[in-house]
Structures are given as C-alpha cells and as structure tokens.
C-alpha cells in the first residue's frame, strides 16, 4: 500500500512511518519541511511537504494513496484541523472512486475523569474533559462513512521520547527539580513508541474497519512511582516537589486522574501485544536513548 502519515517528523510519527515502510509499505512523511527531514530518508520514508491545517498543500499527495495515518492534534485549532483531514479524503475518494483507511490517532487522556477502574474502547468519555472533543471527533468520523480505525494509546515511552512525559521528567531531573503535578496517586497505563507503531501495522495489515483500539500495556504502578524511577535513571538522588496541577498546563489537567486502560480487545482481534513490559524494566536505558536523541 501507499499510506501517507501526518506528523511523520515527531515523536510517533517517525517510529510508525519507519515501521509502515519496514513492513513492505510506500510510505510518504508529511512535514512542514522536507530539507530537515533526513532522518525520514534514512527510514526509507519519502518527506513530503505539507501541513493537514492547510490542505492545499497536500491535497495532491492523496492520488494513489490507500491508507492516511494522521498522527497530529493541531494545538491551535485541533477540531477544525482534524475535521478538515476528514473532509479532505472524503473528497479524494468522491473526486476517484478509491476507498482510503485513515487511522485516526488519539489518545487515552481523552476519557477524562471516568470513575471506570479499568477503561476499554467502549468505556464513555467525560464531555468535561479539556479534550474530550476528540470523543465528539471519533462520533463525526463514524457518521462519515469514511473508512477508520481510531487507536487510543497509553502514554508512550521509548526511543528519544521528545514529547513523552518521560522526557519532561528526564530534564527536570538534569535541571535538579523535578515536579510532580497533580493527583499523587493516579496510575496511568503506558507503551512503548515501538509497539504503537507495530500496533499501526497490524491495524493497516488487516484492515478492520470502523473499529476502535485501545494500546496499552498491562503496568498499573502509579504516575508518581514511575516519575520517580525516570529521575533516579536520571542522576537525580533528590525529593520530587508537588504542586496543584493548574500548574502543569491544560495537558496536565487533562490526565490529573487514573487512566488505566486494557488492550483485551488488541489481542484478541490483531493478535497485538507488546514486546515492551515496562518503562520501570530499563530506565537507564530509555533515558540514554532520551539523551542521544536531544
């Protein structure tokens, strides 16, 4: 297949592009800027210019194309970017007759505060949530017609994990303070970049359609515990100073509470499940691929 993925120059973006393309795949990277995308070259992925808020600039990258990942939440205007990626593919396929699979790509923190133990793909999302639009989003896109697949993922790690938590951690530790926002005792559910990534080729491999994927892991150790273990990783020997999670910003709020999930429904239906067990298993490990990456 030839599959365009947005966002091919971040964090999940490049390890999913790079794994598409392992897997026998054309892959075509959108970016902003194809003279800094070596790094995509070298995954044998092909940059292209464009940005999905902006759609005459990758309209065209849709002719031939069978699959689109979009992997990008537009800070400035995330619903209207992604309303406007729908309605690009859905004009593409009404301009040629081809019938195109995006994966839509959100995330757990979307749930918002629950009161649900362990959440699942068919777990209600709280319309409070500060993005629980993406909720909403998931509904526009099944009235569509479009052909989807929706993947939540936990929160990733791995790899240079630039916008990982991980990553957050790891730089405060270095700036000697470290801080915790926030509800102490939350516990998230995590996966590594690299078994989302596998993840997106199992789903495109396979093809279900108008299904939704929760993938995760299968830890439960609290969000303060595994801040702790990414400091020590990181040299840091001290105490972790907590402040009220208004201070972390809106997506600190958005997952100032339990966001444990289970991938029951990955395993049984695309044979997923990762290879990574935990963060907490190799912190020296991540934290010097975080370095390298810098």
């Known amino acids: 297949m030839q599959i365009l993925v947005t966002g091919a120059t971040g964090y999940a973006g490049r390890r999913v592009s790079a794994a598409l393309a392992r897997a026998g795949h054309t892959v075509l990277g959108l970016t902003r800027d194809t003279s800094t995308a070596g790094n995509l070259v070298v995954d044998e992925v092909t940059p292209v210019r464009g940005s999905p808020a902006e759609p005459e600039t990758w309209r065209h990258h849709l002719d031939g194309t069978d699959a689109v990942v979009h992997l990008v939440m537009d800070l400035d205007d995330p619903v209207g970017t992604d309303r406007t ?3 690009e593919i ?35 999302g709280n319309p409070e949530s500060p ?25 990733l790690y791995g790899g240079p994990a630039t916008t990982s938590m991980t990553a957050q951690w790891f730089a405060a530790a270095e700036a000697g303070a470290p801080v915790f926002y926030g509800d102490t005792a939350k516990r998230w559910s995590w996966v590594h970049v690299d078994d989302l990534a596998e993840a997106h080729v199992r789903i495109l491999d396979r093809g279900p359609e108008g299904e939704v994927f929760v ?26 100073r907590l402040e009220p999670v208004e201070a972390g910003g809106i997506m600190q709020v958005a997952a100032d509470q339990d966001e444990l999930v289970s991938s029951a ?7 997923w499940r990762p290879r990574h067990v935990s963060f907490t298993d190799a912190p020296e490990k991540h934290y010097r691929a975080w370095v390298s990456g810098r």
Do not use: C
């Not at 007759?97 to 959440?119: D, K, N, W």
């Not at 303060?224 to 020997?237: D, H, K, P, S, Y």
């Open 85 to 87: 990626v729908f309605a």
């Open 265 to 271: 429904k990955a395993h049984r239906l695309l044979g």
């Open 215 to 240: 993938i995760a892991d299968d830890q439960r150790l609290t969000a303060l515990e595994v801040q702790r273990v990414a400091v020590r990783a990181a040299g840091f020997t001290g105490g972790i």
């Open 131 to 155: 993005i629980g639009f993406r909720f909403a989003l998931e509904r526009e896109l099944a009235a569509s017609g479009l052909a989807h697949t929706v993947v939540r993922p936990g929160f």
């Open 90 to 124: 859905t004009a593409a396929g009404e301009r040629d007759g081809r019938r195109r699979h995006l994966v839509y790509t959100t995330g757990i923190s979307s749930y918002g505060r629950t009161g649900v133990a362990l959440m699942d793909e068919n777990t209600p």
